[in-house]
């Protein structure tokens, strides 16, 4: 029986599960005694990287991907960002200069963590670690079977804030990314 900020988990239950996800039904008591059921997404961390690099007029970039997302029927523009289910072993940092590589065709000399972003504590467990990989160089994309439409683009960072403003980015993650990094003054 867990507790938490008072709630009390009374039961729970695997409802689903495969190799990506598992759904989990709890049964819990709320702090004002009430009982109520909790369906929880689990999933493993991911990593989202914001690939920064410097354009000819000494302005920041940001290299981004756009790719269909199923679940919504919609392509997006997105910083790149993955998990790797195959590997449990391996460090977020790993999986970060993983993706970057697989995803946009770069390497960094510095990836630096920046911080953690919840994919939407309301529903889901799974935390991502958010990294900055600056003094990037071209290397060959290793995309897997399920990335081959994938897209990937360097944009001025005026251009996507501008996206972001009017509604051309519109992935949560992304948009916390680049806000983080910005409050940080990162960017």
Same mark, same amino acid.
């Given at each position: 029986?867990r507790t938490?900020g008072?709630? &009390?988990t009374?039961s729970?239950?695997?409802?689903y =599960?495969?190799r +990506?996800?598992?759904?989990?039904e709890?049964?819990?008591? @709320? /702090?004002?005694?009430?009982?109520?059921l909790?369906g929880v997404?689990?999933r493993?961390?991911?990593?989202?990287?914001?690939?920064?690099?410097?354009?000819?007029?000494g302005?920041?970039?940001?290299?981004l &991907?756009?790719q269909?997302r199923?679940?919504?029927g =919609?392509?997006? +523009?997105?910083?790149?960002?993955?998990?790797?289910?195959? @590997? /449990?072993d391996?460090t977020?940092?790993?999986i970060?200069?993983?993706?970057l590589q697989?995803?946009?065709?770069?390497a960094?000399?510095?990836?630096?963590?920046?911080?953690?972003?919840?994919q939407?504590?309301?529903?889901?467990s799974?935390?991502g670690h958010?990294?900055?990989?600056?003094?990037?160089?071209?290397?060959d994309?290793?995309r897997e079977?399920?990335?081959?439409d994938?897209?990937s683009?360097?944009?001025p960072l005026?251009e996507v804030?501008?996206m972001?403003?009017?509604?051309d980015?519109?992935?949560m993650?992304?948009?916390a990314a680049?806000?983080?990094?910005?409050l940080k003054?990162?960017?």
């Open positions: 029986m938490s008072g709630y &009390v009374l729970s239950r695997i409802a =599960q495969n +990506w996800l598992r759904l989990r709890d049964i819990i008591r @709320r /702090p004002d005694g009430s009982d109520g909790y997404v689990e493993e961390d991911f990593v989202v990287v914001a690939p920064v690099g410097v354009g000819p007029d302005a920041p970039t940001l290299t &991907v756009e269909f199923y679940p919504i =919609q392509r997006l +523009w997105e910083l790149p960002m993955g998990m790797w289910e195959e @590997r /449990p391996a977020p940092a790993q970060a200069n993983g993706e697989e995803e946009t065709g770069l960094a000399a510095d990836m630096r963590h920046v911080g953690i972003l919840y939407g504590p309301g529903f889901c799974q935390k958010l990294f900055l990989a600056t003094d990037l160089r071209e290397v994309a290793d079977q399920t990335e081959q994938m897209v683009r360097l944009f005026a804030e501008r972001i403003r009017d509604g980015i519109v992935c993650t992304t948009i680049i806000g983080l990094l910005r003054g990162l960017l």
